[in-house]
């Protein structure tokens, strides 16, 4: 998704907010879903006009369950957090 908002502007809003959604779906493994959103948001990060929600999203990742989301959230939060 993150290589569709850098190529589609105009819907960086919409899929940042169904990314940011992630976490209030009922899927089994939404905290590996959540690393997923944290990759995506990655790609556009430096487009967006709504980094201080990404970024409230993803420091709540670094207390999440998996591992996996943990470490990327970590190592947003060195590149995209200062």
């Known amino acids: 998704m993150g290589k569709i908002a850098r190529a589609k502007p105009h819907l960086r809003a919409k899929i940042?907010?169904?990314?940011?959604?992630?976490?209030?779906?009922?899927?089994?493994?939404?905290?590996?879903?959540?690393?997923?959103?944290?990759?995506?948001?990655?790609?556009?990060?430096?487009?967006?006009?709504?980094?201080?929600?990404i970024l409230g999203?993803?420091?709540?990742?670094?207390?999440c369950e998996s591992p996996k989301t943990r470490k990327i959230a970590k190592e947003f939060i060195e590149k995209w957090g200062k």
Do not use: P, W
């Open 57 to 63: 999203f993803v420091r709540k990742q670094l207390d």
């Open 16 to 53: 940042t907010s169904i990314l940011l959604g992630v976490g209030k779906t009922s899927h089994k493994h939404k905290d590996l879903m959540k690393s997923g959103s944290i990759q995506s948001f990655a790609e556009y990060f430096d487009e967006t006009e709504n980094k201080e929600k």
